[in-house]
């Protein structure tokens, strides 16, 4: 589940957590393109607090960092041909990351397009991999892994209009032997499950959660998550 903490007082991200936690989620991911807020640390620690799950920094930038989550995605945007998304914003996180004693998680970060322009699309200056190009996808994981990366990150955007198509999400599992985080659009537990089917070993979801009251639906996506099986 995603949490992007700019939308939510403390006191909310706090009930959020605990709500991910007891409905199954199975880690928070906090994090977004932009955070406007001056108090990232302490709303991961409003997180971190209330979770009994793994909270992990998905982060927009080297502003996001914080000593109190669990581990960061140590995203390189390798569908783009932006330097500062490729090792420039990862040069300057680095030391800060050791300092604080982080866990960092090597991750290959693909944008797919996904119907119109996203906040990652436009915050990152970069051009997403066409939806219909399975060639690209797979070739841009494969160099991912080859490179040393734990895992692909297949991203439509938060709130894209199209989620990454299942036939592309089947298509780089298959060519690659490290694990497929999915995400951006994911609507409802069924489309969860498929692309749990098609191939994904994660699946973020974070606008729908968020309109969520309770959490039943954080459970509805849990059980369907982990009841479904690659095919
Ligand atoms: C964005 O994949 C996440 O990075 C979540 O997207 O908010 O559309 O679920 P949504």
Redesign the pocket.
């Given at each position: 589940m995603?949490i992007?903490p700019d939308k939510w007082a403390l006191a909310q991200l706090a009930d959020m957590a605990a709500a991910a936690s007891e409905g199954g989620a199975d880690a928070i991911?906090i994090g977004g393109s932009l955070i406007m807020a001056p108090n990232f640390d302490e709303m991961v620690h409003a997180i971190r607090s209330a979770a009994s799950i793994p909270c992990i920094i998905?982060p927009g930038s080297v502003m996001q960092i914080s000593k109190h989550a669990d581990a960061i995605l140590f995203l390189s945007l390798v569908s783009g041909r932006n330097p500062s998304y490729l090792i420039g914003e990862q040069i300057k996180a680095a030391p800060l990351i050791q300092h604080i004693g982080l866990e960092a998680i090597p991750t290959g970060y693909m944008l797919i397009e996904s119907g119109r322009v996203t906040s990652?699309e436009f915050m990152s200056n970069t051009r997403p991999i066409p939806r219909d190009k399975n060639d690209i996808a797979k070739a841009t994981a494969l160099a991912a892994q080859y490179l040393g990366m734990k895992l692909v990150?297949l991203?439509?955007?938060?709130?894209?209009q199209h989620?990454v198509p299942l036939e592309m999400i089947s298509a780089v599992s298959s060519y690659v032997s490290i694990p497929l985080i999915?995400?951006?659009?994911?609507?409802t537990p069924e489309a969860a499950a498929q692309c749990v089917t098609a191939g994904a070993s994660f699946v973020?979801?974070?606008?729908?959660?968020?309109k969520d009251e309770g959490q039943k639906l954080i459970r509805d996506f849990a059980e369907a998550i982990h009841g479904a099986r690659r095919a």
């Amino acid at each position: 589940m995603l949490i992007d903490p700019d939308k939510w007082a403390l006191a909310q991200l706090a009930d959020m957590a605990a709500a991910a936690s007891e409905g199954g989620a199975d880690a928070i991911l906090i994090g977004g393109s932009l955070i406007m807020a001056p108090n990232f640390d302490e709303m991961v620690h409003a997180i971190r607090s209330a979770a009994s799950i793994p909270c992990i920094i998905f982060p927009g930038s080297v502003m996001q960092i914080s000593k109190h989550a669990d581990a960061i995605l140590f995203l390189s945007l390798v569908s783009g041909r932006n330097p500062s998304y490729l090792i420039g914003e990862q040069i300057k996180a680095a030391p800060l990351i050791q300092h604080i004693g982080l866990e960092a998680i090597p991750t290959g970060y693909m944008l797919i397009e996904s119907g119109r322009v996203t906040s990652a699309e436009f915050m990152s200056n970069t051009r997403p991999i066409p939806r219909d190009k399975n060639d690209i996808a797979k070739a841009t994981a494969l160099a991912a892994q080859y490179l040393g990366m734990k895992l692909v990150y297949l991203e439509a955007g938060s709130g894209a209009q199209h989620a990454v198509p299942l036939e592309m999400i089947s298509a780089v599992s298959s060519y690659v032997s490290i694990p497929l985080i999915v995400g951006g659009g994911i609507r409802t537990p069924e489309a969860a499950a498929q692309c749990v089917t098609a191939g994904a070993s994660f699946v973020v979801t974070g606008n729908v959660l968020e309109k969520d009251e309770g959490q039943k639906l954080i459970r509805d996506f849990a059980e369907a998550i982990h009841g479904a099986r690659r095919a």
